[in-house]
Structures are given as C-alpha cells and as structure tokens.
C-alpha cells in the first residue's frame, strides 16, 4: 500500500505561482508513475500531470503544459507540480494518485489510479 504526503497548497493572486509536492512511500513506490489531479467545485475530478516511474516521460492535460510542470526527485521518491500564472478557475483540491505499477509513458484517465492522497487544497483568489 502506497503513502502520500501532499504539500504546498494554499491561497495565491492570480498570476501567482505555487508549488506542490507529494512524497510517495510504501512497498513498491519506487514503481509507480505519479499523477497529479484537481477536484474543481461542480466538476468532476480531472487529470492535471504525469510523470513516469523514472522521471523521464511527462503527459499533461490539454492546456496545462504552458503553465504548470511535473517533474519527479527519483531517489527521494517526491514528485513536484510547479504551478505559474495561476487562475481563479484553478482553485480545487489538488491529488497526487498512482496507478498500477508500471513503466513507459503514464495516463491521465482517473479510473486507472487505485491509491490516491487525501488532497491539499489550491485557492487561486484577488
């Protein structure tokens, strides 16, 4: 069973930048791509960015790879999503989820991530 411990939330201008971070432990974590997920009031939780076991492949949701970048710190096990020229419409509750164990490139569709953290919350707000 995976752990998460999800950080850096909290409430921004717009045009602000936040950063967040998810430290992933537990059996096999090292094995696991890693998501990142919002949860926007009145709609339904939505895929934001992914990273590959290795760090090395990156899958964005459309319209999010001009402002937010997903990277990953292999050997701390920490994945990251830099979030810049944020808006309103981004305040939610953001995810960090996994899916399966597996390589190559990692999707977005949230039924395909089993262990999910309990979320930090983004207010993006003048």
């Known amino acids: 069973q995976l752990q998460f411990v999800e950080s850096g939330g909290g409430s921004v201008q717009p045009g602000g930048s936040l950063r967040l971070s998810c430290a992933v432990s537990?059996?096999?974590?090292?094995?696991?791509?890693i998501g990142w997920f919002r949860q926007v009031p009145g709609k339904e939780r939505e895929g934001v960015a992914c990273?590959?076991?290795?760090?090395?492949?990156?899958n964005y949701a459309d319209g999010m790879k001009d402002r937010f970048v997903i990277s990953r710190d292999v050997p701390k096990n920490t994945v990251f999503l830099e979030m810049n020229s944020l808006r309103p419409e981004d305040t939610g509750v953001y995810f960090c989820?996994?899916?399966?164990?597996?390589?190559?490139?990692?999707?977005?569709?949230?039924?395909?991530?089993?262990?999910w953290g309990q979320g930090i919350q983004v207010t993006v707000s003048s």
């Open positions: 989820a996994a899916p399966e164990m597996g390589g190559g490139m990692c999707t977005l569709v949230v039924d395909k991530y089993t262990s």
């Open positions: 537990g059996f096999a974590a090292d094995f696991h791509a």
């Open positions: 990273v590959s076991v290795g760090g090395e492949m990156t």
